[in-house]
């Protein structure tokens, strides 16, 4: 074991520009950091003393010198662009067939059917739509009758929104849980069911809250996290990693309010002792920003990030490994509200490692997971991919 804990961090949908096959998505020329450089400018300090800036030409952003640790470029090998299949993939599972998505055409009358039979709910939306500007439209209807809001995205998720004082939070998850049931059949099948909780009484007062919940699909096969936690190691999430992996292969789980909090929540855990990996989601960046097609928030969440990593580089010590990397695009710029296909960065520091380093571009996300593997002495599960790169770290 060469690190005694490994923290993770996923700045959620930070992508590093187009992947080669990114037209096949139609997303060519998507550029997520690139473009937020160029439209809004950027103070990130310390993600330039890890090389960020050294992995691709950015705007108001020059290459390092000396930067600590090491870094590489990572391309995504699975179908798909979705949350789900970055985090599975980091974790050494191939995803061949992407998740449903009804994006175009809402679920289908059957299952909205179903749904509304089995919830006693009479159903309104079943669109894809803006978070906020679906509460804006149909949340004072909802408020008045008990109707239930249904609506996706262009991710594979069905969501339900509920007023925390008139819908309750206990009914809109009882709603959920029905909704997840009902789309594990193949043909409705979703990645995520999201509970939507908000508050507010009219169209520029509601506001959504920290009480979301996720449920997701477990993972088809074992992961890294399965492999750690049989080991006996401890494996702690901060954020929606409990949702995404449906709780498999942790220990302990700490839900967030904000990525800010999500960071605070690290630098708690830095103060702790303990052996194993600490996973961390930072969504905000994804959801509040990226696709609200945001780039001057999205900047100014990356430079209340970067405030906050200058604390955890501070604490880190020399039996520690940071990994910092993302799980997808979400290009502000870009047209629509989707998921860019974008290659994402992956910066990896010790205070004791002793040289900088960069590692060019790898195959896929899953080399991390089986880094983290390497590391603490565990064999990946049988079925997954990915290649460690412990021995370049020095």
Request: some cysteine; glycine content about 10%.
């Amino acid at each position: 074991m060469r690190y005694k804990r490994v923290f993770l961090i996923v700045i959620d949908s930070l992508g590093i520009g187009a992947m080669p096959d990114a037209d096949q998505y139609g997303d060519h020329g998507a550029d997520t950091l690139g473009h937020i450089a160029e439209k809004a400018g950027l103070c990130i300090p310390n993600l330039q003393k890890l090389g960020i800036a050294n992995l691709r030409p950015l705007q108001g952003l020059a290459p390092q010198a000396q930067t600590l640790g090491c870094r590489m470029r990572l391309e995504e090998t699975s179908m798909g662009k979705d949350t789900m299949t970055g985090h599975w993939e980091m974790m050494g599972l191939h995803i061949t067939q992407p998740f449903r998505t009804f994006t175009d055409t809402g679920f289908p009358p059957a299952l909205i059917h179903e749904l509304s039979r089995r919830t006693g709910r009479q159903i309104i939306g079943n669109k894809s739509a803006s978070g906020t500007q679906i509460l804006d439209e149909l949340a004072p209807e909802e408020i008045e009758t008990g109707h239930m809001i249904v609506y996706t995205s262009a991710d594979s998720v069905l969501q339900i929104c509920g007023n925390e004082e008139t819908f309750g939070l206990e009914e809109l998850y009882r709603c959920c849980e029905i909704a997840r049931e009902l789309t594990l059949r193949e043909e409705w099948r979703v990645g995520r069911v999201i509970a939507r909780p908000y508050v507010g009484r009219k169209p520029g007062e509601f506001k959504r809250t920290s009480n979301r919940h996720d449920y997701a699909l477990k993972p088809y096969g074992k992961t890294c996290l399965d492999a750690l936690r049989q080991a006996g190691l401890d494996v702690i999430s901060v954020g929606k990693i409990f949702d995404i992996f449906d709780g498999e292969g942790l220990t302990e789980s700490n839900r967030s309010k904000s990525s800010v909090h999500g960071m605070e929540q690290t630098l708690e855990l830095l103060r702790r002792e303990f052996t194993g990996l600490c996973f961390v989601n930072l969504v905000d960046f994804d959801a509040l920003w990226g696709h609200r097609r945001d780039p001057l928030g999205y900047a100014r969440e990356l430079e209340l990030f970067d405030e906050k990593l200058g604390q955890v580089l501070a604490r880190l010590g020399g039996d520690d490994l940071l990994l910092v990397t993302a799980d997808h695009g979400n290009d502000p710029t870009f047209p629509g509200t989707d998921h860019t296909r974008e290659r994402v960065p992956l910066l990896l520091y010790s205070p004791s490692m002793a040289q900088s380093t960069d590692l060019g571009t790898g195959e896929t996300f899953a080399i991390i997971g089986a880094t983290v593997a390497e590391n603490f002495g565990v064999s990946m599960p049988e079925g997954t991919i990915g290649r460690s790169i412990l021995g370049q770290l020095s």
